[in-house]
């Protein structure tokens, strides 16, 4: 069990503090709408301290050998999952997912870390071909202190993929996770603590988003911003970052595309993709949302989405009974309810869902509409909740430029058994990551992160570590 001493608190030059502080904010159960803690919120001098520590971090961290570094971030990934229950637990209570998906978030997350524990052994610089006794190298140094803000809805994941590659690179962080799923990342910080990471190295703060971003992006000793969360949000905080020049990794919304040919294999498809949009109640931002299906299996793919979606049983996410959790705060079902009347005021017929449910809590019925037309704005702006949109297609053409036609480009998701077909969509559709009959696009060893508004600098795989370095040549004559 966590101690006191970690209870909510800010993790700056190894200490946890603020539990004196008056600022505060609440955290809730979205289960049940109810506080179950409050959050110190840092002030400036807070963020001064974990950029002197961050500092001083980033130089001895990067002189530890890649072995020493990467034996910690094992450690941490063994305690994470020696600790899964509680990390399950503290997830499912503040964000609301099910605990077999916070349980299942944890160990992926451990799985990360391993991956990027052994990936920081294998930053390689090269040298190039020179008159004999000459030299010229390429090296690799990690870039320096990183400012990292991360979203909600994988609140243990979203704070590995963070940490993870800038440890693994030798980087030093200062990290705000989101100050509405504050315990999962208390609890992974006390993975890293316990594993033997100097205090000086990962600094936990949480304060006022805006605040807290302008101030560390502002500071010289910041080398790197690293963001998960919404375009409005990466844009503004890139253009801060213009300031300083700073290296950026930007993993933004989406509003993926799925098209589904008649040659499919249709119940299989329906039933992968009816289980991936309700995960997590749709807020995940490589969450399936538009659904373009060939006219031929139109009316057969909308009644069985239909049917399976009436099926799924809401309810608290430590309830073993329960498939699907209430959403993660209070301005998510608001802003379904507000695309579902726009679509059917555009004419999108409702089949299932479409309501708030329960007395207390974010609960938000899994929801289908057919026919939405493109004009209603759930076609445009991300739901980023319990929501599938449904839309025939005729020809294969136009469901690519379909898929391609918003500003977005994080995901994609094709079912077709053609092969040539395949190659194609693979081609063509303007996405960081397309999933070819399968709904599995996140991978230890693969780069995660999208293109287009949805952003650039992938996370995960080499390329999450290459992210966190530094090019340099150096000549010998
Ligand atoms: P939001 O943009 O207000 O917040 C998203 C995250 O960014 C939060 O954790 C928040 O603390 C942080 N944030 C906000 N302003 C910030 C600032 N100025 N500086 C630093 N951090 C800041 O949106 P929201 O209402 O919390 O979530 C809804 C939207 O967020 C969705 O529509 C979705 O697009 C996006 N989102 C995306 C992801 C993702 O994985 N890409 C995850 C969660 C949310």
């Known amino acids: 069990m966590p101690s006191n001493d970690a209870a909510l608190n800010l993790y700056i030059d190894g200490e946890w503090v603020g539990r004196e502080r008056r600022d505060t904010s609440s955290v809730l159960n979205p289960a049940t709408g109810e506080e179950t803690g409050r959050l110190p919120i840092a002030d400036i001098t807070d963020l001064d301290r974990a950029l002197d ?9 990067r002189q530890v050998s890649p072995d020493a570094r990467s034996a910690i971030l094992r450690r941490a990934a063994a305690l994470m999952r020696e600790r899964v229950n509680l990390l399950a637990d503290v997830a499912t209570q503040e964000q609301g997912k099910l605990r077999s998906e916070a349980k299942g978030e944890a160990l992926f997350a451990a799985t990360l870390l391993d991956f990027h ?14 008159p004999q006794g000459t030299r010229s190298l390429v090296l690799q140094q990690p870039i320096g202190p990183v400012a990292a803000f991360c979203a909600w ?11 993870a590659p800038a440890l693994a690179a030798g980087c030093s962080i200062i990290l705000k996770p989101s100050e509405e799923t504050p315990g999962s990342a208390i609890e992974i910080f006390r993975c890293f603590q316990d594993a033997g990471l100097p205090g000086d190295v990962a600094q936990c703060v949480f304060g006022v988003p805006d605040v807290v971003s302008r101030h560390l992006l502002a500071s010289p000793v910041t080398r790197k911003l690293s963001f998960t969360g919404s375009v409005p949000v990466g844009k ?6 213009a300031d300083t020049m700073m290296k950026t990794t930007m993993e933004l919304g989406g509003h993926c595309p799925v098209l589904v040919f008649d040659d499919c294999d249709l119940e299989k498809t329906l039933d992968l993709l009816v289980t991936t949009k309700f995960r997590n109640a749709g807020q995940i931002c490589i969450s399936p949302t538009r659904f373009h299906v060939q006219e031929t299996i139109y009316q057969r793919f909308v009644e069985g989405f239909a049917e399976r979606a009436g099926h799924i049983r809401m309810g608290n996410g430590m309830s073993a009974e329960s498939q699907m959790g209430p ?17 059917e005021k555009h004419g999108a017929r409702l089949l299932a869902g479409g ?23 759930a076609m445009s702006d991300e739901p980023f909740g319990p929501v599938a949109l449904i839309r025939p297609f005729s020809s294969f053409d136009d469901a690519v430029a379909e898929a391609n036609r918003l500003p977005y480009g994080l995901g994609a998701y094709c079912f077709t058994e053609n092969g ?8 063509v559709i303007e996405a960081g990551m397309v999933a070819i009959n399968s709904v599995k696009m996140s991978w230890p060893d693969a780069p995660f992160g999208g293109m287009k508004d949805s952003g ?21 004559g």
Request: charged share 25%.
């Open 53 to 61: 520590a961050a500092e001083r971090g980033f130089r001895s961290w």
């Open 117 to 130: 524990a052994a990936e920081g052994q294998r930053v390689y610089g090269r040298v190039l071909p020179r």
């Open 153 to 163: 809805n994988f609140p243990l994941l979203n704070v590995v993929r963070k940490l």
């Open 236 to 241: 503004h905080l890139m253009r801060l970052a």
């Open 327 to 343: 959403m993660a705060n209070a301005r998510r079902p608001v802003a379904i309810e507000s695309l579902i009347a726009d679509a």
């Open 355 to 377: 309501t708030r449910t329960e007395s207390e809590g974010f609960f938000f019925a899994p929801t289908v509409l057919a026919d939405v037309p493109l004009e209603a704005r």
């Open 420 to 427: 040539r077909r395949q190659n194609l969509l693979g081609d």
């Open 456 to 476: 650039y600098g992938s996370e995960d795989g080499p390329e999450g570590i290459a992210a966190h370095l530094a090019t340099k040549s150096v000549h010998i």
